[in-house]
């Protein structure tokens, strides 16, 4: 069995989507690592590295994960906020502002300067860029949702700007 430093047994599945292939990595508190809907199984496992690496296939152990997202991913009105993160190995910023981009409601965005003051630190929005930038839970903590102060959409991922576009687009007109 793969087991990460500390015994924990970490686990993944891959699974197509109607916007492509996720996959997800998780531990027993929670998803640790997904990818962004990609164009084959292969492209999505080569995202979540290195987790994978440690991780054994189960995709038992992840029916729910998956048919939320492949709901998500086919436009239908889930909340992937219900999905557990597992967040142990981050910074308190980063987790306070993931935690507090998973609050921002579908099919509307927020600043990366509001998410630096619900993170903690009003001054810190270039840290909030940072956060995510780095965010590992591509969809389940939802970073396609922060924009710049000026509403551009700025950066987004290997993806890019037209999936974050998209992803906006198909949330508001749910």
């Not at 981050?90 to 965005?109: H, L, N, Q, V, Y």
């Not at 630190?121 to 000026?150: D, E, I, Y």
Request: hydrophobic share 40%.
């Amino acid at each position: 069995m793969a087991k990460t430093d500390s015994n924990e047994q970490l686990t993944y599945d891959v699974f197509d989507t109607d916007m492509g292939w996720v996959a997800i990595v998780g531990s027993d508190h929670g998803i640790v690592r997904t990818s962004l809907p990609e164009p084959s199984p292969e492209s999505a496992l080569d995202f979540v590295q290195p987790e994978i690496n440690k991780a054994v296939h189960a995709p038992e152990d992840h029916v729910e994960t998956r048919n939320l997202m492949i709901g998500y991913c086919a436009g239908e009105p889930v909340d992937l906020a219900l999905v557990p993160i597992d967040t142990r190995k981050t910074t308190r910023f980063f987790k306070d502002a993931w935690e507090a981009c998973r609050s921002i409601p579908a099919g509307e965005t927020r600043s990366y300067a509001w998410l630096a003051e619900q993170a903690g630190n009003v001054k810190a929005a270039r840290g909030a860029g940072q956060a995510m930038a780095h965010n590992k839970l591509a969809l389940l903590v939802p970073c396609h949702r922060v924009v710049s102060s000026s509403g551009d959409l700025g950066g987004f991922g290997g993806a890019g700007l037209p999936l974050k576009s998209r992803l906006l687009m198909m949330e508001s007109t749910r």
